[in-house]
């Protein structure tokens, strides 16, 4: 098992950036493939974005554009550099990871992932 442990969280006004970090401990990074989640109040845990063990993209078309993913191995770290915030970005955010071995595979349901973060609050005022 990995552990997880999300930063960066904060609150910003809408148009503003924030940039979020997922660390991980406990096993080499390079063989997980990572996704970013988020939960607003009174509704389900969303999608945001992805990134696979070699650092093929994906993203929810809500944040397209917007948002950017990428992992640094080196450093057992994942960003999600967050742009142009808008007030419906306001949400728990979660880092999630899945052992992939040498799979180039990107997951994009939370169903996919059995290691996650305790989450950290994004907060967006209009």
């Known amino acids: 098992q990995v552990q997880l442990v999300e930063s960066g969280g904060g609150l910003v006004q809408a148009g503003g950036s924030l940039r979020l970090s997922c660390a991980a401990s406990g096993r080499p990074f390079n063989n997980y493939a990572v996704g970013w989640f988020r939960q607003a109040p009174g509704k389900e845990r969303e999608f945001v974005a992805a990134?696979?063990?070699?650092?093929?993209?994906y993203y929810a078309d809500s944040v397209k554009g917007r948002f950017i993913i990428s992992r640094d191995n080196a450093k057992n770290t994942v960003n999600l550099q967050s742009s142009s915030l808008r007030p419906e970005d306001t949400a728990v955010y979660y880092c999630?990871?899945?052992?992939?071995?040498?799979?180039?595979?990107?997951?994009?349901?939370?169903?996919?992932?059995?290691?996650w973060g305790q989450g950290t609050q994004v907060t967006v005022s209009s």
């Open positions: 999630a990871a899945r052992y992939v071995g040498y799979s180039g595979t990107i997951y994009t349901g939370d169903d996919d992932y059995n290691n």
């Open positions: 990134v696979s063990r070699s650092g093929i993209t």
